[in-house]
């Protein structure tokens, strides 16, 4: 009986697994299956899977091409996990390809491997009108559950544009075993630079260098805290043969002048100026009276080309060699190299010189300055040679270029005189041949990033407010209004409007609204109109109560942790509020909550009341200034914002006559 029980038990577990897609078919490789069977320490419920083995053995063959082998697994620990049981090969179509992806899923002891059919081979990036970079697939997500092992095995090659890479044992996730082994050609050597971590030395073996990290415990998503290619450790791995140089080897970089040498060798010979090129910047700049209303004429032209990256020859150079500006001009699209080498032509069409400037995109804290590789950029910028006439918050003094005016000719939110957020402060390398330097991008004060709010709102003796907000927004604080503005829709941009008035005042009508976008200044205008019925509180039919801040801060923040673990970053901002009520006739304040006044190293608050005439005036003022704030340091940070939530919460409380 229990030999028949077993045996129906067996046929219905393989009729389930048929039914929900999941079909044994094969092994596991013997390197996976000995995953399986290891003993995984326990982790918090937040945390969705664990990386058993990350691994590539990275190998240089006689013609020079790189040819790696990749082993992975992951165990599924929560639901939310199954989405990470996928295999991702990223390849070059002209100078790479990959050799074999292979994938296998272990659930129940059971083994499910995945068929060249089921391998996606799409475009890394459907943004680009066409990319060299594609990637192959293979989603076992639909498959994986609990307790699953996915692994998988690529095997692809490339041929290295540059001596020099970039390797992460993990990425966020608790990783047990991570391994990174080159193997050169007789001759060569290589050496490494390690981030976030105590320096990672390799074992070598004539000229087969191998670095090991292991349990690598979980990064925890914390918010406002660096992103995680700064939480995370990463080696920066250099190689080369012995005694090459730059003047021998252009694959190989020493210090930032070379990578300028090197890069403006592609830039440069594409700044083409040519009489269509000449003529359009005259026309463009028909108008301008100063040297800064040229480069704005000339910068909002650029920016306003239609973005299109066609990326062909990456391998050989082509993903950081620009197309030529009478090109650009002629097509009236290009990516962001091509637009900066086409403003930097017009420019110089009226005799004002410009740079490119190599940056990283998404991530200001990225680029370390200790490792030399262009490797660390993925975007251009510009920067343009300005007199002492022109005066910008985004100007830097160079020692041997002079002043520059830097500016993304890319994001068409940003106007001249404003740099985006996610640039600012990073460190860019500005492309000028022998005097190209790795330099800080300039950090606009928080009087730029600014937010200035007028209110004023009639309260009635039931509680019903109704009134009028206007908002002027400067800078990166405009970008914010700007974007929400240009990219949705009228109704649905009228609905965030409305939601934002019924965050702070519930049941809160909009009456009306006006929008004015000020992009030549970097401002924009937002005017509104609403009404509020019980806003206030009658209790007893003698007190009233309501609270003077009606609306929330342009950004929130979310420190709601006990306890913290990575730094707090705040960002430069300023915000200033003046709130004026007319009260009720018939009512007088009883009671206003205190006056706040906190100062810190990081940031300022301001809360005070007036009362005058009938009226209540309100105001309040919050400047940040942009700094890393130790985790040692969460409990003042938590305590400056609690405080000021406080406040902002409290009532005020008027009283019948």
């Known amino acids: 009986m229990t030999r028949f029980s077993n045996f129906i038990l067996s046929i219905l577990f393989l009729f389930v697994l048929t039914i929900s897609g999941f079909a044994a078919d094969s092994k596991a ?18 945390v969705p899977a664990v990386i058993l083995l990350n691994e590539e053995t990275v190998s240089m063959d006689s013609s020079g091409k790189l040819v790696t082998v990749e082993n992975f697994a992951i165990k599924i620990l929560t639901r939310e996990g199954r989405d990470l049981a996928i ?63 996915f692994g998988y095995t690529i095997i692809s090659e490339d041929a290295p544009l540059y001596y020099q890479t970039k390797w992460f044992p993990q990425f966020g996730l608790p990783t047990l075993t991570s391994r990174y082994t080159l193997n050169l050609p007789t001759g060569w050597t290589a050496s490494s630079l390690t981030f976030n971590h105590a320096e990672v030395k390799p074992t070598v073996n004539g000229t087969s260098f191998t670095w090991e990290m292991r349990d690598l415990a979980f990064i925890k998503d914390e918010p406002m805290s660096p992103s995680v290619f700064n939480l995370v450790p990463w080696l920066a791995i250099n190689y080369s043969p012995e005694g090459a140089t730059q003047s021998s080897n252009s694959k190989t970089f ?38 800064l209303e040229k480069i704005q004429a000339i910068g909002t032209f650029v920016q306003n080309l239609q973005y299109i990256s066609i990326d062909i020859g990456v391998g050989h150079g082509n993903g ?164 929400l503005f240009r990219k949705l829709s009228k109704g649905d941009y009228k609905k965030v409007i409305e939601r934002w008035l019924t965050s702070g005042a519930t049941a809160a009508q909009l009456v009306d609204f006006s929008s004015k976008d000020n992009h030549a200044d970097a401002s924009f205008d937002l005017n509104v109109e609403f009404s509020a019925p019980a806003y206030g509180q ?87 200034h942009r700094t890393l704030v130790p985790s040692s340091k969460y409990a003042s940070v938590k305590d400056f914002y609690t405080k000021i939530l406080n406040s902002e919460q409290s009532p005020v409380v008027l009283e019948r006559n």
């Open 29 to 46: 490789p013997s390197w996976l299956a000995q995953l399986t069977q290891k003993n995984v320490p326990s982790y918090d419920k937040e």
């Open 87 to 149: 295999a991702r090969a990223l390849y070059l179509v002209s100078s790479g390809k990959v050799r074999d992806i292979d994938a296998w899923l272990i659930r129940g002891g059971v083994t499910k491997s995945y068929s060249k059919k089921e391998v996606l081979d799409i475009i890394s990036d459907p943004d680009d009108v066409y990319d060299e970079y594609r990637v192959k697939i293979i989603d076992a997500s639909s498959d994986a559950d609990v307790g699953s092992v």
């Open 254 to 291: 020493n210090n930032w002048t070379e990578i300028s040498q090197w890069t403006t060798a592609m830039y440069d010979p594409r700044v083409v100026v040519n009489d269509e090129v000449a003529a359009k910047a005259r026309e463009l700049t028909a108008n301008a009276k100063t040297e």
């Open 320 to 483: 950081i060699r620009p197309r030529a500006s009478d090109l650009v001009l002629s097509r009236g699209y290009g990516d962001c190299k091509d637009k900066a080498t086409l403003m930097r032509a017009m420019l110089r069409s009226l005799k004002i010189d410009a740079y490119p400037v190599i940056i990283y995109s998404g991530d200001s804290t990225f680029v370390r300055r200790e490792w030399a590789s262009p490797g660390q950029f993925n975007h251009c910028i510009i920067a343009v040679k300005v007199s002492d006439a022109t005066q910008s918050p985004t100007i830097i003094n160079d020692a041997k270029l002079g002043r520059l005016l830097i500016f993304d000719a890319t994001d068409d939110l940003t106007p001249v005189g404003d740099l985006p957020i996610y640039l600012q402060g990073s460190l860019a390398l500005i492309v000028a041949g022998d005097n190209g330097t790795l330099t800080e991008m300039p950090i606009t004060p928080p009087e730029m990033n600014a937010l200035e709010r007028t209110v004023n709102v009639s309260l009635t003796e039931n509680g019903s407010v109704s009134g009028k907000i206007r908002e002027y927004t400067r800078g990166q604080s405009s970008k914010y209004e700007r974007t």
């Open 538 to 624: 009658l209790m007893q039919n003698r007190l009233l109560i309501f609270k003077p801040a009606i609306v929330s801060r342009l950004r929130g923040v979310s420190l709601t942790e006990k306890d913290r673990v990575h730094p707090i970053r705040l960002e430069s901002n300023s915000f200033t509020e003046t709130a004026i009520f007319d009260l009720p006739s018939g009512f007088s304040v009883d009671e206003v909550p205190d006056a706040l006044n906190l100062e810190t190293s990081f940031g300022k608050y301001t809360a005070s009341y007036e009362v005058k005439d009938g009226k209540l005036t309100y105001k309040r003022t919050l400047i940040t």
